[in-house]
């Protein structure tokens, strides 16, 4: 968490570790480090009784935070912290002082709703080097898809890797519906229409092996229209007005 000033990290930190329904021992894995925290730092552990999406994960993790700054991070530790941390929270800085330069405000220390997303768009070329052409093809026709039904403003919606203000948090998922893979999307969708500052800024990121989903190209392509059509679906609820904004 931090609070006023972003360049100034707070000594004490809270942790939120979302166990979505698992059936292995990440409840003890959580709680033994949780025993080993320097004093001061907090750790919640939240256990879902059901699988119910990595979107529903994030919902729930997000909403039980009380940081200033709420950073998402996916638990396989993909991304490079040490390298994604400082350069999310130096967008972040630039972010809140471009809003307190066009803001007047009697608070200085107020963050307005912003958010940072990790970025993996940097590592394309080399990662399609390495996949096999229909994940190549399936990454394309993702993208190509949430450029033209979502945004065209970030380039990687799907690295588990972002900085939220407190206030983002509030506003984008108190409003998110989807509850799978494609929740990010609709993050986007909601912070364009509720005027969140966005940012995206590359991170070291690696593969991590069992950490995602290990299916066929059948399977792949039948995860990936599940996406696209959670995507058109976004599209139209909130074209349509079937969704409606708390603002």
């Not at 004490?12 to 925290?37: L, R």
């Not at 991304?79 to 972040?92: A, E, Q, Y």
Request: hydrophobic share 40%.
């Amino acid at each position: 968490g931090q609070k006023g000033d972003t360049s100034e990290l707070l000594i004490h930190c809270e942790f939120i570790i979302v166990n979505d329904g698992s059936t292995d021992d990440t409840d003890i894995v959580a709680k033994k480090y949780a025993a080993n925290v320097k004093h001061g730092d907090t750790v919640k552990l939240i256990s879902m009784h059901k699988n119910c999406g990595k979107g529903g994960a994030v919902k729930t993790g997000m909403l039980k935070s009380s940081g200033q700054l709420c950073l998402m991070v996916d638990a396989d530790g993909a991304t490079d912290i040490s390298d994604g941390l400082p350069k999310v929270l130096k967008d972040m800085k630039c972010l809140v002082s471009e809003y307190q330069r066009n803001n007047s405000s009697n608070n200085p220390g107020y963050l307005p709703p912003a958010a940072v997303f990790g970025s993996r768009a940097h590592l394309e070329e080399e990662s399609s080097a390495s996949r096999s052409k229909i994940r190549t093809f399936l990454m394309h026709a993702f993208h190509f898809f949430v450029k033209t039904l979502c945004s065209a403003r970030i380039k990687d919606t799907q690295c588990g890797f972002k900085l939220f203000t407190r206030s983002a948090v509030v506003s984008l998922f108190t409003n998110l519906h989807l509850r799978r893979w494609a929740f990010d999307t609709e993050a986007v969708v909601i912070a364009e229409k509720l005027n969140v500052s966005l940012s995206e800024v590359g991170v070291i990121w690696h593969e991590v092996d069992g950490s995602k989903l290990d299916v066929g190209k059948i399977a792949l392509a039948m995860v990936s229209l599940g996406m696209l059509r959670d995507m058109v679906c976004v599209r139209a609820c909130y074209l349509l007005g079937i969704w409606k904004l708390k603002r």
